[in-house]
Every structure is written in C-alpha cells, then in structure tokens.
C-alpha cells in the first residue's frame, strides 16, 4: 500500500495503492503507474472533489492519479473560468456550432452514443486499445459512476454529433470524457465542448473547470494549454502555467 502525502486527503475513510508498472498510454517506451483510491463505494462527491483538487481523475468508479516512479510529466489542469477569454479561433469555434441542441440525459446506455464512441476511437486512437472497447467496456469507462455526474448530447442538423461525460464537483467541473463525429469537415466540436463546458461553470457560479492532465512531449493533449490562463498542479500546488505558444 502506498499512501498518499496529501495533507488534504480523506484518510480516515480511504486507503491509497500503488498499481504495478504498465505501459505509458502517452509517452512511447516508458512505464507508468497509477495510485488508486479504495474502496470505490465510499468516494462520493465531496469526497471525489476533495481527491480532484489533488490530482486525482476517475475512470469509471476507478479514482486514480499518475503516480510513476522516474516520471512526472503528467501535470493535472484546470480552467479558472473568471479569468478566461476565448481566442478569436475559440470565438469562431463557438459560433459556428452555436445552434446545436444541447440535451442532459440520464447515465444510461443509448447505441447511437455507442457507435459514434466506435468511430471516433478508429478515427482519432487507432491502435490505442480504447477503439476495441466493447459495450461493456464502455459501460464501464463512462455510465458507472459514484457521483454526480452528467450525461450530455449535442444534436447538429438533426444528427448526433457529441457526447460529453462531466461530473459536478464542490468548486467546478470536472471534464470525464468527450466524444465526437470526427468525419465532418470543418468542424471544432472538441473547443466548441470545452467552451459551453465554461460557461456551465460561469452559471453555476463554479471557480473551476478541470481538464484532466496534460504532457508537454504528447500531441495528443496539447490542445488543453490553448485554454488560458490555465493551471497546473506542479509540486503539490496549483499555479498558472505558461507552456510554450
């Protein structure tokens, strides 16, 4: 068992385990390892809001943070939505998707969500094992959850065109998962989402909208740090970080 230093944390109620090493989904050739907060049934979303704030994220009723051995490139992020403007690109995104229908359903299975997860893992994570995922798998990632937690469709033309999974913390959002049609052209459903995601928090009077974590070296995350200012929690505490433009 390896417990966390976080003066924060809930101890009393829960215990803290270092996963074995496994491959780095992120960064090529590289081990990772994750801690895992237990048991599942006593997070909930004071709690859960609690772990957030310190780095942690959930997969499922998995609640996990990087927790590797030679390696600490992965820098949790969050949005202070007081603080953030859209860039002209961001205005265009908005915009331009500006009249979708925006629908909150219950946390249940519905196949239309299903394939368009299928396409968008083919299209945009070949070979990263989630484009695989069967309905259980699925199920398991996104519809199981211990807290409060949101499902929401984005309706364009009549057609499905997003799904965003968020959950409702004590001082924000937190952005579980997010999938889209990733064949139509010009479109810029993923900063259009992030976008209607701030404003959420704006109406709820929320400080905060986390954005999971980010890596410098990989592609694939480098569009969370085109959101400013954004902070990163480096060091055990949260700051402004300033990666390169």
Not at 120 to 133: C, I, K, L, N, V
Not at 193 to 214: S, T
Request: glycine share 6%; net charge negative; with cysteine.
């Amino acid at each position: 068992m390896s417990q966390a230093n976080d003066a924060d944390l809930p101890f009393s109620l829960l215990q803290f385990y270092a996963t074995s090493p496994y491959p780095c989904s992120y960064l090529a050739e590289r081990e990772a390892r994750s801690q895992v907060a237990t048991p599942a049934h006593l997070i909930d979303s004071g709690i859960y809001s609690t772990l957030v704030r310190a780095g942690f994220r959930r997969s499922g009723i998995f609640t996990y943070r990087p927790h590797c051995d030679l390696c600490q490139a992965c820098v949790p992020v969050r949005l202070p939505v007081a603080d953030f403007s859209p860039s002209r690109s961001q205005r265009r995104a908005w915009k331009h998707h500006a009249g979708m229908e925006i629908r909150e359903l219950p946390l249940i299975f519905v196949n239309e969500h299903f394939d368009l997860y299928v396409r968008y893992q083919a299209s945009r994570h070949p070979g990263g094992g989630m484009d695989e995922d069967s309905q259980e798998q699925y199920t398991q990632f996104l519809l199981q959850s211990s807290v409060d937690t949101r499902l929401i469709e984005f309706i364009e033309d009549g057609q499905l065109r997003m799904v965003s999974v968020i959950d409702l913390l004590d001082d924000g959002l937190s952005s579980v998962y997010t999938f889209f049609d990733p064949d139509l052209p010009g479109a810029s459903f993923g900063v259009f989402n992030i976008l209607w995601q701030v404003e959420q928090c704006r109406a709820l009077k929320l400080p905060y909208l986390y954005l999971g974590y980010w890596i410098a070296d990989s592609r694939k995350m480098a569009y969370k740090t085109q959101f400013r200012p954004i902070e990163g929690r480096v060091g055990g505490h949260w700051r402004i970080l300033d990666p390169a433009p």
